[in-house]
């Protein structure tokens, strides 16, 4: 995943670039229009709030993110990729004003750092992992990550566990299983749980160790068939979101995050899978 883009830094730029061209008029003429953009950009960023989220959240963040939309009028910016990627963007100043993690560690840490608005850290759910094959496929899935010993089976997908939670989870369920030396050589990484399941949808992959909510997804759930890895197999993926320190937006960034601890929010994020422990705040 590419960093986001820093304004300051482009304007910066593009003004040391803009500044020596043509005569004396022309030069007046740019500094005009770059007085009202460098005015029009902190308005305009204002309107927009910029969410970034765990890969296993693509379709719920999306049904949040048009409720919200729809209630407040503020413009949301949706963002996916590995949690792992994430925390070290926030760490080197990226621009983000929620982050919703797969994971608790990466939320702690930047606590702990004071890069977050302080009381906001929620957690929010718990993540299952599946084995999920085409439906096409062959393979018997009953014995569950038994399974993927099977000499058919040459490649399967799973997130980096380099910084990927899921990945994490999916190389704790082989080894509990006893079965991580045997496959490790199969194992394919993708950048996080989503590209995993794209290689597993797509035929790359001849299956896939990802998250529940995936499985469930419009893309996946009539493609393909899953069995869930048993949660005694690995950590629980407990995952949890918090407001940015800088965020350029935070009343919208709370109004948003009420919107996570709701009722209506915990049961869709039942629908695609997830425990919800607790219940919902209101």
């Not at 999306?62 to 963007?89: H, I, P």
């Not at 469930?216 to 940015?244: F, H």
Request: charged letters at 20%; aromatic letters at 10%; a positive charge.
């Amino acid at each position: 995943m590419n960093h986001l883009p820093s304004l300051t830094l482009s304007n910066r730029r593009w003004w040391a670039q803009a500044r020596w061209r043509g005569p004396s008029g022309s030069r007046t003429f740019v500094l005009i229009v770059f007085l009202a953009f460098a005015f029009l950009v902190p308005l305009c960023s204002s309107q927009e709030l910029t969410v970034a989220g765990a890969a296993d959240l693509q379709f719920v963040l999306q049904d949040v993110a048009v409720r919200f939309q729809k209630e407040s009028g503020t413009k949301v910016r949706l963002v996916y990729g590995s949690s792992g990627n994430f925390f070290q963007q926030i760490e080197n100043g990226a621009p983000i004003d929620l982050f919703f993690s797969a994971n608790l560690d990466y939320p702690k840490r930047l606590e702990a750092a004071g890069l977050i608005e302080p009381g906001t850290y929620y957690e929010y759910a718990r993540g299952k992992l599946v084995i999920w094959v085409p439906r096409d496929s062959q393979l018997n899935l009953d014995s569950g990550v038994q399974s993927l010993l099977d000499p058919s089976v040459k490649k399967v997908a799973i997130a980096n566990p380099a910084h990927a939670p899921y990945g994490q989870a999916a190389v704790a369920a082989l080894k509990g299983e006893r079965v991580y030396d045997k496959v490790k050589e199969k194992l394919v990484f993708g950048e996080n749980a989503s590209q995993a399941a794209s290689f597993a949808a797509s035929g790359a992959a001849d299956m896939g160790i990802v998250p529940m909510s995936l499985a469930l997804s419009p893309n996946m759930k009539d493609k393909g068939r899953y069995v869930e890895v048993p949660a005694a197999d690995y950590p629980a993926i407990e995952q949890a979101c918090v407001i940015l320190a800088g965020s350029k937006n935070k009343p919208a960034a709370r109004q948003f995050m009420s919107l996570i601890k709701t009722s209506a929010t915990a049961e869709l994020l039942r629908r695609y899978g997830f425990d919800v422990p607790g219940g919902p705040v209101k």
